[in-house]
């Protein structure tokens, strides 16, 4: 998905399928996509021709210290977004960015911290932003950290994808019903994920399988079309023994 510096006004529809098979496929992996977090760059200060050397700063320290503390490469998608004043009600317009990662409970405290001296004014600051109030908000995705697969999927993953895909050009079919809103001009990458989350790195077990068909009932969708036949007689007899 590498554009260089080539401006662009939407996502594109590969763009859309990109981000759901990758967030699906985390999912299908055990690493949820459990939190959110929005980062205003123009509240920070960036200037707007780095807001892209921000972020990889940004996110380099943070993924630093999730496998630091879980063993485990960060999984995590980004778009990027610079609405118009008055494209949403009550909105100023300005750049933000948009990511859904995977971050255990147990870590959630010290990573939504805001007091001074925090993880996250620190990283904000070494990334070259400024802190202030606004200039991150994040949450805990719905359902996220509930046994409910369904409720998961359906009011957190698949609601929050509708929301950071709204930038989706208007002139392509969206997989998801995506609700359009201009989402300004990008220089550069639009939207991306981690290296973690990448095709090549996909590997397939009846138990994924499971999931992936959970997935695509919610989502009334069949991404992910690289997974093996998900009616395989070796790994659907497999299944079926495991439910007997």
Not at 60 to 78: A, D, E, F
Not at 122 to 132: H, L, T
Not at 161 to 171: H, S, T
């Amino acid at each position: 998905m590498n554009r260089g510096k080539k401006p662009s006004q939407h996502l594109r529809a590969k763009d859309e399928t990109t981000l759901v098979d990758v967030s699906v496929y985390s999912f299908c992996d055990g690493f949820r996509l459990n939190c959110w977090l929005t980062l205003h760059t123009d509240k920070a200060g960036v200037d707007r021709s780095s807001i892209h050397t921000f972020f990889v700063s940004y996110m380099h320290q943070v993924s630093t210290w999730v496998h630091r503390n879980t063993g485990h490469p960060i999984r995590y998608l980004y778009v990027f977004e610079n609405p118009p004043p008055g494209s949403d009600p009550g909105k100023h317009g300005g750049f933000n960015i948009h990511v859904l990662l995977h971050l255990p409970r147990h870590l959630w405290p010290r990573f939504s911290s805001l007091t001074r001296g925090s993880l996250v004014r620190g990283w904000i600051k070494q990334a070259g932003g400024n802190y202030k109030p606004t200039v991150i908000v994040f949450d805990r995705l719905r359902w996220a950290d509930r046994s409910d697969v369904d409720g998961y999927l359906r009011y957190g993953l698949l609601g929050t994808l509708l929301y950071v895909l709204k930038g989706l050009d208007p002139a392509v079919p969206s997989v998801l019903g995506v609700e359009r809103q201009p989402q300004g001009v990008i220089h550069g990458k639009r939207s991306g994920y981690s290296r973690s989350l990448s095709p090549s790195k996909r590997t397939w077990t009846p138990e994924k399988l499971k999931r992936l068909r959970q997935a695509r009932a919610v989502f009334g969708y069949d991404m992910l079309t690289d997974a093996p036949l998900l009616f395989n007689s070796s790994w659907q007899q497999e299944e079926i023994s495991h439910e007997l």
